[in-house]
């Protein structure tokens, strides 16, 4: 078995307190070591750049900055995208638990019909038992033989 596979076993096995705890140490792990990434970048890369948005000049910008700037904007635009997704991911799921809701209503109302139509049924077969009489004995000229019919019909 895959490591990821063992670590996502094992978060499924501890309690959800546990797993966002062991969640922001790896969003802080990782945030470290993008911070020390960008660090090397910058002393690799002190050089300084003009920059030109529009009419607006930037001068002696240096060059780790336009790169983190560039990447953090990217990642804003990111992070913005999954947002609409995760909105309407969440009326999707919304839509649905409504759904499972009116469901289960009526679900819960045929139960209580069905209820209701054994009671009744015990009811009325209580009902024709006292009405009805004994049942009669069925005698063979009740219901004759094959030889019988033909020989009757002669």
Known sequence: MDTLA??????????????YYINMIEILIIAVIAGIGIAYFAMQNPTTVSVTLASYHFFNIPLFMLVAGALLFGLLVA?????????????????????????????????????????ENVRLKEKSSDTSSPPQKVTEYDHPSLLTRIRQAF
């Open 6 to 19: 063992l670590l996502l076993l094992n978060s499924l096995q501890t309690p959800i307190h546990e797993v």
């Open 79 to 119: 992070w913005i995208i999954s947002l609409f997704g995760s909105l309407g991911n969440s009326f999707l799921f919304h839509k649905q638990n409504n759904r499972i809701q009116k469901d289960n209503q009526i679900i819960h109302d045929l139960e209580n019909k069905i209820h209701k139509l054994e009671i």
